[in-house]
């Protein structure tokens, strides 16, 4: 359920606005957009670098934080004994491949990602817009495209939704990798489950009041995630490859 309006038509310039909500009173925050008169936005996203590049060096970056922090924290040295046990009884049964599986899943899902950065910056489309629609008949050539309605209610109300859904398209991969990660690290992984569900919720909060306010507690949920998958490369070095 996802309220939209047409965009454009005899406007050249429209406002990207959205509205943060306190007790008292409505913060307006705004960011102002240009658009042509169809309502597309002249400029798109932009990272600061290639979508493919930006998604690669990211996730490196954050791969090798993560696994770091799985080695120091997870796998100390105090802790390596029992954790050595159980990654025995993982390669007896030859179950290394499962993890090396779940982390090739995580991964091969970033080409997808640089993908959709490509064409989202190529017809330049910001969040929390996923589709853009066309009015079709005769006098649809006339009309501006169907984006989503960023203002007001009707704005928190996509932006919710939007938030919704990036919780459950992560949701399936965190799920896999937290299940792998327990039967070797089981507190370690119960604490980045909870940290990672918890920054879900705090990016929900912000980006219900306006786009960017999504990036609010993401990259403590990103290093979390990280972790995990760098305790899943542990268990698949240890059983692979010795």
């Not at 159980?86 to 982390?103: E, H, S």
Request: include cysteine; aromatic fraction near 14%.
């Amino acid at each position: 359920y996802i309220l939209y309006y047409v965009k454009g038509t005899d406007l050249q310039l429209s406002y990207y606005q959205s509205y943060t909500q306190s007790n008292t009173q409505t913060k307006m925050a705004s960011k102002i957009i240009e658009t042509d008169a169809k309502g597309i936005p002249l400029k798109g996203p932009d990272p600061g670098l290639p979508f493919p590049v930006f998604y690669a060096v990211g996730n490196t970056i954050f791969g090798a934080i993560g696994f770091g922090v799985a080695w120091f924290w997870a796998y100390s040295a105090s802790k390596q004994e029992v954790a050595d046990a159980k990654m025995a009884l993982v390669n007896q049964y030859d179950l290394g491949w499962l993890y090396l599986g779940i982390l090739l899943l995580k991964t091969l899902q970033i080409p997808l990602y640089a993908m959709l950065g490509v064409t989202r910056g190529a017809c330049k489309v910001h969040v929390p817009d996923q589709h853009v629609y066309k009015v079709k008949g005769a006098a649809g050539s006339n009309l501006g495209y169907v984006l989503m309605d960023t203002e007001g209610v009707n704005g928190d109300f996509n932006r919710a939704q939007r938030a919704l859904h990036n919780y459950c398209e992560a949701f399936p991969t965190v799920l896999a990798l937290y299940i792998a990660a327990s039967w070797v690290f089981p507190f370690e992984a119960f604490v980045c489950a909870v940290v990672w569900a918890a920054s879900r919720i705090m990016s929900a909060s912000g980006y219900k009041s306006y786009a960017d306010g999504r990036m609010s507690g993401m990259l403590i949920g990103v290093v979390a995630l990280s972790i995990l998958q760098g305790m899943i490369i542990i268990v698949a070095i240890k059983t692979l490859m010795y």
